[in-house]
C-alpha cells in the first residue's frame, strides 16, 4: 500500500482535524514565520500521531514564501518516493497548476481545502447544522445567494441567531466545498444545487 503525506498550509488553514486520517498517514504542517502561536487543541492532537508529524517552521517573510517550501519539500518526497500519495491542505488555489503537471507525469497529488473531503460523510454525521443550511440555501433565490465565502460565513451566522461559534460556520463551509455543493472561483461561489 502507498504511503500518504499529507502537506498542511498552516498559514492558510488553522482547522486541523487529525482524527480523520488513516493510520498511514504521515503529517508535515508548515508555519509561517509571523505566526506566532498555535492552538494547544491542535498540538495534543498532533501529539497523538507521535513520529507520523512533523512541523516546518518557514524562515523569513514574503509572498508565497510559505507555499514554495511546501512545493520544495512536495518535490523532494517525489523524487525519493514516487509511489507517495500527496495531499496538500491549502485553500490556496496557486497548488492547482502544479499538482496537474505532477499528475500528468504519473504521480499522485491533489490539493483539499478541508480534511473533511477526504471523507466527507463521517463529519456529515456530527454536523446537524449542515442539513439546516443546505435546506436554506436551496429554498433561497438563486441570485440572493451569497457570492463570496465571507458574506456566506455571515449569512450562516445571522441564520443561527449567532448562536454557533465561528469555527462551527467554517466546518459547514468545509462541508459545502467537500460535497461539492458550492466551489469557488476567483473568490467567487458557485451553487451546485
Keep these: 500500500m502507498a504511503q500518504e503525506l499529507l502537506l498542511v498550509d498552516f498559514e492558510n488553514v488553522q482547522q486541523v482535524d487529525f482524527s480523520l486520517l488513516d493510520e498511514g498517514t504521515n503529517v508535515v504542517l508548515f508555519v509561517g514565520a509571523s505566526q506566532k502561536s498555535i492552538p494547544i487543541e491542535l498540538v495534543t492532537s498532533a501529539q497523538k500521531l507521535g513520529a507520523r508529524v512533523d512541523w516546518q517552521r518557514v524562515e523569513g517573510n514574503g509572498s508565497n514564501a510559505l507555499d514554495f517550501h511546501i512545493a520544495c519539500h512536495l518535490?523532494?518526497?517525489?523524487?525519493?518516493?514516487?509511489?507517495?500519495?500527496?495531499?496538500?491542505?491549502?485553500?490556496?488555489?496557486?497548488?492547482?497548476?502544479?499538482?496537474?503537471?505532477?499528475?500528468?507525469?504519473?504521480?499522485?497529488?491533489?490539493?483539499?481545502?478541508?480534511?473533511?473531503?477526504?471523507?466527507?460523510?463521517?463529519?456529515?454525521?456530527?454536523?446537524?447544522?449542515?442539513?439546516?443550511?443546505?435546506?436554506?440555501?436551496?429554498?433561497?433565490?438563486?441570485?440572493?445567494r451569497p457570492r463570496k465565502r465571507k458574506t456566506l460565513s455571515q449569512h450562516i451566522l445571522a441564520l443561527f441567531q449567532k448562536r454557533i461559534a465561528q469555527r462551527d460556520v467554517d466546518r459547514v463551509i468545509d462541508l459545502l466545498f467537500a460535497n461539492k455543493m458550492i466551489s469557488e472561483s476567483n473568490t467567487t461561489i458557485s451553487y451546485q444545487f
Design 75 to 144: 518535490g523532494r518526497v517525489l523524487e525519493t518516493a514516487p509511489q507517495t500519495r500527496c495531499v496538500v491542505l491549502s485553500k490556496d488555489k496557486g497548488f492547482d497548476p502544479l499538482l496537474r503537471q505532477l499528475n500528468k507525469t504519473g504521480l499522485r497529488c491533489r490539493r483539499i481545502n478541508s480534511l473533511l473531503e477526504i471523507d466527507p460523510k463521517v463529519a456529515l454525521a456530527a454536523n446537524p447544522n449542515y442539513e439546516r443550511v443546505v435546506a436554506v440555501l436551496r429554498k433561497s433565490e438563486k441570485n440572493s
